[in-house]
């Protein structure tokens, strides 16, 4: 029996390189390979051409799928490079990680516990939880992350062992120390097994520490696993590819007695969980998407990767196909990069190199270089060369073969045949929906928003209706895959599981806006399943609904999905034959809700009034325009109504034509008379106007009404209604403003106006000599004369 541990980063060039030559020189019966075994069903699809990298293992809970973890695999991840390896050569690959199903159900017991406690619950949805965290592997982590966003009583095997080398950046330290070292693989992997012995041994934090304790549960199974392994084939030949943390644990000559392990893997809860390939992206390999075993440059990693898999790499070449990259990516954003000066950009990077005792051109020296003789010093095009390659924008891929939920099978379907390609960067897709493809994008799109998958997003121009066109923004995130599998229990394919999302969501509100709202979104989405099953919803709340408010708010969104719903093609009779139910209802309960409002009220029902007046505006229909006429007036006149709202009811009155000026400035000057309480009148004022000045500009009589109003407040009320009308007034333009006021100081003649203030000549005669002298007038006398 013969067992090769070999500790790795998850995501090291180097790593996967020497497992390779590992591989190669000591070819195993069989690999195993850190991982919950839920994926053993499913890794013979790595062995396939169609699996194009980084692509991530998803496992999640059946009944639960927002929790789930990913295993991300990159082409310069050793796990991909291991199971490539003896794909291709029928040897036999496993995991033999904790599995999922107590993994999951575990974390839910600790939720739970933490619930009891009153502490924070952690999520449910956990994305890649299964990629270790720092102390259960060393190098999955930055620097920064292992000082600065970690507990202090968290452990750093890689800063520790950096700092003991004399490094400040453990990221430096373990790829000069491990990733760039050219030695025999099974030294590197000594050495490696060797330098976390010591730090483990050094760990002194209690055994019932939570991390301890999870990591000491996750090794113990490892064990179990190796010991059957070990067992069924004692002659075989056994290769262990995990985390650099694991190592010195799984190595069978220092296995603990069976009994210990035993004690942390029996009597595990469990839960049912499945699992699936799924594309991922470079960005979400980096440190900043927040995976625990990032990487801070997967495209840097990448091309250090593909430079070390050459028969015979030249260091040298390694700075200049990079150098070449950055130049191309310069000369595509117009700026200049020449030839020879990627030449000398690569002579300082190696410069750097040596003179930092580097063992060879590390990322920092090509920036450096790069920044200084591509760039001109400056950072900002450096910027944009790490988006596009030290990041990069890779999407992967799977085999259609590959075990997918039937939701994502079938969207998966209409991309294809609407040829929308995913991308893992930001894309921009503008929609004409007069052209049959491009509307079946926009209903593909719409149907997916109401399943809650955010793959696009409506930009401003696409979040009207009332357009023939629409702009979307596309960004395919791994996340999605976990949205698909939460959304499929609404359906198999997009336009069955929308339909359903939507009247599940229907029979739950009671909120008339979101109802209306919803019949939009179905009607955009091409759902007339859902679209029946939300109007029936609608129509059964709005006709035992008494909130006048709440009925007034339905008619806007309910209204521009008739007058637009055409641009779709799509039958709006029987939502029209709601809206004018739920417009006639609201005009008949319209004068009762107005009495008696306070503040607040006045102003949702003044919101609610302008809303579905736009709404009407848009359906020029005669029956309901009548009926919403004789509302306003209802409530425009009488002065028991509060003044915000029969201000506001006046002033749409008199812009539709129903009220002629006359009729206008008489009601405003009741309104505003000294015997009308002077808040109301200040709230009267404030719904007339609505942030429009346009009517005192253009009629002197509604000026003067006001002007008069204000001179005859005294001075206490005045005071005490100030800051009203001073917001009132604040909504107008500067020009506006300046122009009443010019206006204002010209009403009632001379008398009105300031007395002309008298000009103290010996008081300003200091001024009057130094203007003198400027303009170069001699002298200046008493009398203001030169």
């Known amino acids: 029996m013969t067992v090769d541990v070999y500790g790795v980063r998850h995501h090291g060039p180097g790593s996967a390189r020497a497992v390779l030559e590992a591989l190669t020189q000591h070819p195993p019966d069989l690999v195993l390979i850190e991982g919950c075994p839920e994926l053993d069903a499913i890794v013979d699809l790595l062995g ?11 496992v999640y809970a059946v009944d639960e799928p927002r929790q789930a973890t990913f295993y991300p695999l990159a082409r310069f991840s050793p796990e991909w490079v291991a199971a490539r390896w003896a794909l291709s050569r029928g040897v036999p690959v496993r995991f033999l990680d904790l599995p999922a199903t107590h993994a999951f159900a575990l974390a839910a017991q600790e939720r739970e516990a933490r619930a009891g406690t009153g502490a924070a619950a952690e999520p449910d949805h956990l994305p890649d939880a299964a990629a270790d965290v720092s102390e259960a592997d060393g190098p999955e982590e930055s620097p920064e992350e292992s000082t600065a966003s970690l507990p202090p009583e968290r452990l750093d095997p890689i800063g520790t062992l950096a700092a003991t080398a004399g490094y400040d950046d453990a990221e430096r330290w373990w790829e000069d120390a491990v990733e760039q070292r050219h030695d025999s693989p099974a030294e590197r992997f000594a050495a490696i097994r060797d330098a976390m012995a010591a730090v483990r041994e050094a760990d002194r934090r209690p055994a019932d520490d939570p991390d301890v304790h999870a990591n000491a549960r996750r090794e113990a199974w490892m064990r179990k696993v190796l010991r059957a392994e070990i067992k069924s084939a004692p002659e075989a030949r056994i290769a262990v590819v995990c985390g650099a943390w694991h190592a010195p644990a799984l190595v069978p000559d220092d296995f603990p007695p069976v009994s210990r392990d035993r004690e942390l893997v029996t009597r595990l809860p469990r839960t049912k969980v499945a699992a699936a390939w799924t594309p991922w992206t470079a960005g979400r390999l980096s440190y900043a998407s927040g995976y625990g075993a990032g990487v801070g440059a997967p495209g840097w990693y990448q091309h250090l990767f593909d430079h070390m898999m050459q028969p015979d790499p030249d260091p040298r070449d390694l700075a200049t196909s990079w150098l070449v990259r950055v130049a191309r990516t310069l000369r595509e954003e117009r700026l200049d990069a020449s030839t020879a000066s990627i030449v000398e950009a690569a002579r300082l990077a190696e410069t750097l190199a040596t003179v930092r005792g580097r063992p060879s051109v590390g990322l920092s020296e090509l920036d450096d270089a790069a920044q200084t003789v591509l760039c001109e010093g400056s950072r900002l095009p450096l910027d944009l060369v790490h988006e596009r390659l030290v990041v990069g924008q890779e999407l992967g891929s799977v085999p259609e073969s590959a075990p997918v939920v039937p939701l994502a099978a079938d969207l998966a379907r209409q991309q294809r045949s609407l040829r929308l390609k995913p991308s893992a960067s930001a894309q921009q897709l503008e929609l004409d929906l007069r052209l049959e493809r491009p509307l079946a994008r926009s209903v593909l799109l719409h149907r997916l928003s109401l399943l809650g998958i955010g793959w696009g997003e409506p930009t401003e121009g696409g979040r009207t209706t009332g357009t023939f066109k629409e702009t979307w923004t596309l960004e395919w995130r791994p996340e999605l895959a976990v949205d698909l599998v939460e959304a499929s229990v609404w359906g198999t394919t997009v336009a069955v599981a929308a339909a359903a999302r939507a009247a599940d969501r229907a029979a739950r509100s009671a909120d008339l ?61 029987r939502v029209r034959a709601v809206l004018a139910a739920t417009a006639v209802r609201a005009c008949v309960g319209l004068p009762m809700a107005c009495a008696s409002l306070d503040e607040d009220a006045a102003d949702e029902m003044v919101t609610a009034i302008a809303a579905a007046h736009r709404g009407l505006s848009l359906l020029a229909d005669a029956e309901l325009d009548a009926a919403w006429v004789s509302a306003l007036e209802s409530v425009s006149a009488p002065d028991h109504v509060a003044g915000a709202v029969a201000g506001r009811a006046t002033r749409i009155l008199l812009d539709a034509g129903h009220l002629d000026t006359g009729a206008a400035a008489h009601r405003m000057g009741r309104r505003l008379s000294l015997t009308a309480s002077a808040p109301q009148a200040a709230s009267w004022l404030a719904g007339f106007l609505a942030g429009d000045a346009v009517l005192l500009v253009h009629d002197p009589v509604l000026l003067g009404l006001v002007d008069e109003w204000v001179r005859g407040l005294d001075e206490t009320a005045f005071e005490d209604l100030l800051p009203l009308v001073r917001r009132t007034f604040s909504q107008f333009s500067r020009a506006e403003r300046r122009t009443i006021g010019e206006q204002v100081a010209g009403i009632g003649g001379p008398e009105r106006r300031p007395d002309d203030h008298v000009l103290d000549l010996a008081r300003a005669m200091p001024a009057l000599r130094t203007v003198a002298r400027l303009v170069g007038w001699k002298e200046v006398d008493h009398d203001g004369a030169a």
């Open 513 to 573: 806006t979101e109802l209306a709202t919803l019949v939009s979104a179905c009607l955009t989405a091409d759902l007339p399943d859902g679209v029946d099953a939300v109007l029936d919803a609608l129509d059964a709340r709005a006709a035992v609904q008494h909130d006048v408010p709440a009925l007034l708010s339905t008619v806007e969104p309910l209204a521009r999905t008739c007058r637009y719903g055409d641009v779709r093609g799509v039958d709006t009779d």
């Open 48 to 58: 396939e051409a169609d699996m194009v990298p980084p692509v991530a293992g998803l």
